[in-house]
């Protein structure tokens, strides 16, 4: 029953730590179930807290959903940056494509969360595929800065092709295995940035 206004008194959380435990709550049961199908109230729930408490960090869902889409974002940003290798574009992919075996082979993975929540709201203009947006245009401008450390003639092109397989890999992790999907999309991810490099001319020079 969730009838009460106030916070028992023996209960005074701090409003970061108590944020982040809404947004842990969350981030487990936004993607394990789905976001529309999580309510409020199933948050509430699980943290411990008041309705009044929950809307004092969060005015509405919504607003909830972006900062767990951001706090994804975040995280997926700080892992693709920690696997670059400068000026080995090749070695670059094949570090992503290992990472993104694993962990769409792993136990409770239930896909990309971006492509999950925009599944979920069908209007562009909405402030969560707003920020579905915003994410996946960093990652393809990521993979942008790749294909033009490989050379690429048609950077655009070749980070578009980049982010499809990324996203078919995460689909497809339900079924096969880490190992399969790494070696499929490293494979598929370096041969992107190596035939669309250009090549030596037929008289021989660069």
Known sequence: MHADVTEPATRTPSGPATRTRILTAANELFYAHGIRATSADRIIEQVGITKV?????????SELVVAYLEQQAAAERAWMQSVRRKGDAVGSLRALATDIGAASCRPGFRGCAFINAAAEYADPGDPVRVAVAAHRRWMLDEFAGIAA?????????????LMILRDGAMVNGYLGEASSVADALGAAFASVVTTAAPGPSVNGSP
């Open 53 to 61: 408490t929950f809307y004092r960090h969060f005015r509405t869902k």
């Open 149 to 161: 450390e490989a050379g690429v003639d048609d950077v655009d092109s070749a980070a578009r092709q």
